[in-house]
């Protein structure tokens, strides 16, 4: 060790740039460095395929649309002044409630099962996790059409609970929005299920031991320590859930019939069918802000900045 | 709660809800056996949509594309994501609140921006549509999930142990590998898993970097889907489930038989 | 633990390599052929018998709507070779210049489509296109389920009908079709029209279960819906499986459609392009469409071909409305028209009607 820290020469007959050398040590022994050397490659990728089309989307909401839906080059606002309107922010309000009850929903159903899991014994627990993602690995849309052969007025479930005589109208739930949060909760629970699982697994059972040699009741210990402690998986959870369901568009359209027009829709129409990319590259921008704002505040209250190397 | 073993409602509850999980799935495979060819009701049993698969090039294109396109960009994705994590959750450097911000974009960029976005990019820069353009897609929006989760699992990370490791004379990468990587693995793995899927499943943005002769699972599906849900469609789906199905039994009784030796 | 993860690493690793090693594809210049069109569009026999007749590989990539194909290629993608556009679409390219001009010298077949489908409005001269199939837009009606008598689209607005209707998903479509039940232009691009069409498919809403512009077909065979605004195939389709489904171009006109072969701006495979576009339009390869998809079909020599080799699905053909509408129909049906500049106020009509609940 001591005669490459002086910068001389080796022992052992290997050259090595000096100058080289000194960079690795730096990163060695400065943790700032270390930090940045570790999230660089991160950072350049998303620079090269994120930042730099991003940039490109950002300079199109500065443009107008030509007549042909082709592009103008022609700077101006106008786009952003079109969106202040309670047109575009009642649609903006109906994808915060959709998304924010599919969160709710998530957790509520997502929870035990989280739970449930991370009590199961070791060997049991990858199996049971994958089990949540292997439906994922059909198809999408034919996971919503299954739920549309299920929930349709002569479908499978008014079938089943006519013929076992609980009902004897068919139950209207297809196309409405019970129909929707079924299928919304049901595409987005393994986000929520896994980083629940991850904050959930690490929780030493010798605490909860603890507590309740202490005297606390299970429900009290489960309040003042798992829930509490559960949160870092709850918050990455969320931002998993709700940010992506603010853009989802599809399982509102299939299974609520496309009558209702959220944010996702907005912008896919601006992109795909009007074809005035400039408002709806403007539209997107709109909600990126409001997200990122959102996800930001949240994970800082949530502490995830508080890991610090002292 | 002091039991080792989870308590009998939560057990149900689970049972529950990995019913709402699966019924839709059950009922998928069952009707890939229906003979009526727009599957709106259930006619009789046919093993004649599966026949038709195999004979099927389009779909077996595809499906070899979409396989090669999730395992590379799931392997690079976790590894950058995993680095990400750990500089995001330890450490503090100039640019902390940019890096942060700018890995969480593809989480919440719409799908259509972010597909439109990166074909306009590689269109500009000129370079061909293909599977290289959807991996690289892929990898970009994958590395953000992958970061999240294993950013939870890193939250009090007690990190007692790796100091105790360098005492004893460790450096770091040694460290790295033998303490903390181990620790932190379920959540890489999750994470990977994560990734894994959701390249698997991705439609819109692979719609975009797609190329003549690239089409994945999803583009496929998604355009036999637009004239019917037919029995096709199922029968894929069914046995891509139960090939994965097979391969997870496999990995058990590889395992089992590990631990006994 | 440890091991058992690298050798899964191992593994995956390996499979990959495996995968794209088996898989790859060699491109060669002209013995391949980049098709890119609706899917369900075209049978793999004509395809198979191109590849026969002149050694060319067809790839065979879709897309479901003109709006995606119009974005692909005005972002930049290439590669392919010939693509089927709308009718209102190829003007839109021809007027960006996304498509190569057509040396009808060298598609002799072009001889064969139907007078009445060459040098329309949307392609005078038939520059950049060629018809590939045609329909309409009209309504659908189950008639176990509908029995009073229906002949307009107003009628849609009958009470009786609440939350029995499937219109499309299509605002062109929809919001034309009302237009045209208060008397108006379908492709008007006056304001205070349009704002009269918003108020009365506001009132249209309660009757609409769905929109659905893929298959609208499906609901009605399901039974969730007696009524459908429909695209003709999908009404031929729904005959098909159940025959107490009827399908009428109702009195205030339907819409119409034509898909045409184009080839886009650069294609790689120019050559094969123009062979293949010749050979689709021949009355053997044509006739494979018709027996297989419920479309349309404006070439006249492959109907005559169908009459002598086949005349049971002649006749199937020219008996039912979807597949052969009549002459006062196609006189009386109305094409979208691209309204430029007031795409977005459509949009934004269309948006308040779905988004103003």
């Not at chain 1, 649309?65 to 002044?81: A, K």
């Not at chain 2, 959807?134 to 989760?149: D, E, K, Q, R, Y």
Request: hydrophobic residues 50%; negative net charge; glycine residues 6%.
């Amino acid at each position: 060790m001591s005669n490459l820290e002086h910068g001389g020469q080796p022992v052992v007959g290997m050259h090595l740039p000096t100058k080289k050398f000194s960079i690795l040590r730096s990163i060695r022994e400065n943790k700032r460095s270390q930090g940045l050397f570790l999230i660089s490659p991160a950072i350049l990728y998303l620079l090269v395929f994120l930042i730099i089309p991003s940039i490109l989307v950002i300079l199109l909401s500065f443009m107008t649309r030509g007549p042909y839906g082709n592009v103008v080059y022609r700077f101006n606002v106008d786009n952003y002044l079109r969106l202040i309107d309670s047109l575009y922010l009642r649609i903006l309000w109906f994808s915060l409630v959709v998304a924010g009850m599919t969160t709710v929903f998530t957790i509520l159903i997502g929870y035990p099962l989280a739970y449930y899991i991370a009590r199961s014994p070791v060997n049991q627990r990858p199996i049971l996790l994958f089990l949540i993602l292997l439906p994922f690995w059909t198809n999408f849309i034919i996971r919503i059409y299954a739920w549309i052969m299920i929930l349709r007025t002569e479908g499978l479930l008014n079938t089943f609970l006519q013929n076992l005589g609980l009902i004897h109208f068919p139950l209207d739930l297809l196309y409405t929005p019970t129909a929707v949060l079924i299928g919304m909760v049901y595409e987005f629970l393994p986000f929520m299920v896994l980083p629940l699982y991850t904050s959930l697994e690490k929780i030493e059972l010798s605490q909860l031991e603890a507590a309740a040699d202490l005297g606390a009741r299970p429900f009290r210990a489960f309040w003042r320590i798992t829930l509490p402690l559960s949160f870092p998986g709850m918050i990455a959870g969320s931002i998993l859930v709700f940010i992506p369901a603010m853009g989802m568009f599809v399982v509102p359209d299939l299974m609520g019939g496309a009558k209702t027009i959220l944010v996702g829709n907005l912008i896919r129409n601006q992109f795909l069918v009007a074809r005035d990319w400039p408002f709806g590259a403007a539209a997107s921008m709109l909600l990126l802000i409001l997200t990122l704002f959102f996800t930001l505040f949240y994970t800082r209250r949530a502490g995830f900045g508080e890991e610090l190397l002292v | 709660m002091s039991e080792k073993k989870p308590a009998l409602w939560l057990r149900i509850t689970a049972i529950l809800i990995y019913a709402y999980i699966y019924i839709p799935i059950l009922i998928l495979m069952i009707f890939s056996f229906n003979t009526q060819k727009l599957n709106v009701r259930w006619e009789g049993f046919t093993f004649h949509w599966y026949a038709q698969l195999f004979s099927d090039q389009e779909v077996i294109l595809a499906t070899r594309n979409s396989l090669t396109i999730a395992i590379f960009s799931t392997i690079i994705a976790t590894i950058i994501g995993t680095l990400a994590a750990l500089a995001l959750q330890r450490y503090r450097f100039p640019g902390y609140t940019l890096s942060e911000s700018t890995l969480y974009i593809p989480v919440i960029i719409p799908e259509v921006v972010m597909g439109i976005s990166l074909l306009a990019f590689f269109s500009l820069i000129k370079f061909s549509l293909g599977l290289t353009s959807i991996t690289l897609a892929h990898i970009a929006f994958s590395i953000p999930f992958v970061a999240l989760v294993v950013r939870a699992r890193l939250h009090g990370f007690d990190k007692s142990i790796e100091e105790a490791a360098m005492d004893l004379g460790a450096n770091e990468l040694v460290t790295f590998w033998r303490v903390t990587l181990p620790t932190i693995m379920p959540g890489v793995l999750a994470g990977a898993l994560l990734a894994f899927t959701l390249s698997l499943d991705d439609y819109v943005i692979t719609y975009f970097t797609a190329g003549p002769g690239s089409t994945t699972l999803p583009l496929r599906i998604f355009s036999m889907v637009r004239f019917a849900v037919t029995p096709k469609v199922n029968a894929l789906s069914t046995l891509w489930v139960l090939s994965v199905f097979i391969l997870l039994g496999i990995g058990q009784i590889v395992q089992r038989r590990q631990t006994r030796t | 633990m440890n091991k058992n993860t690298y050798r899964i690493f191992a593994l995956l690793t390996t499979c990959a390599l495996l995968l794209v090693a088996c898989g790859g594809q060699t491109q060669s210049q002209s013995t391949e052929l980049n098709l890119y069109a609706w899917s369900e569009y075209i049978p793999q026999a004509l395809l198979d018998g191109f590849t026969e007749e002149t050694g060319v590989k067809v790839n065979y990539d879709t897309y479901s709507s003109n709006e995606e194909l119009l974005a692909k290629l005005q972002a930049g993608a290439s590669g392919y070779d010939v693509i089927i556009p709308s009718d209102y679409t190829v003007t839109i390219m021809a007027k960006q210049d996304l498509l190569e001009e057509l040396d009808l010298t060298k598609i002799p077949n072009y001889a064969n489509i139907s007078d009445e489908f060459k040098n329309r409005d949307f392609d005078p001269g038939n520059k950049h296109s060629i018809p590939y199939q045609w329909g309409t837009v009209g309504l659908a009606i189950d008639r176990d389920k509908v029995t009073q008598p229906i002949s307009k689209w107003a009628d849609l607005w009958d009470p009786a009908y609440e939350s029995r209707v499937v219109l499309l998903d299509d605002e062109r479509e929809v919001l034309g079709m009302v237009l045209q039940t208060l008397g108006y232009d379908k492709n008007s691009t006056n304001e205070a029209e349009l704002e009269a069409a918003k108020a009365k498919l506001i009132e249209l809403m309660p009757n609409v279960r769905l929109f659905d512009s893929d298959s609208p077909k499906t609901a009605l065979l399901a039974g969730e819906v007696s009524l459908g605004h429909t695209w003709n195939g999908e009404a031929a389709i729904a005959h098909s499986e159940n025959p107490s489904i009827d399908y009428i171009c109702p009195e205030e006109g339907c819409g119409i459609w034509i898909d045409n072969l184009a080839i886009p701006k650069g294609a790689p495979h120019a050559d094969a392009a123009l062979a293949f576009i010749n050979y689709v339009l021949s009355p053997e390869a044509s006739v494979l469409i018709t027996k297989e998809f419920p479309y349309s079909n404006p070439n006249k020599a492959a109907l005559d071909y169908l009459k002598t080799s086949d005349p049971e699905a002649y006749d199937a053909y020219m008996g039912f409305a979807a597949t052969n509408p009549s002459i006062e129909d196609v006189q009386n049906a109305k094409p979208v028209i691209d309204v430029g500049e007031a795409t977005a106020l459509w949009d934004r009509i269309w948006t308040e009607v779905k988004g103003g609940e």
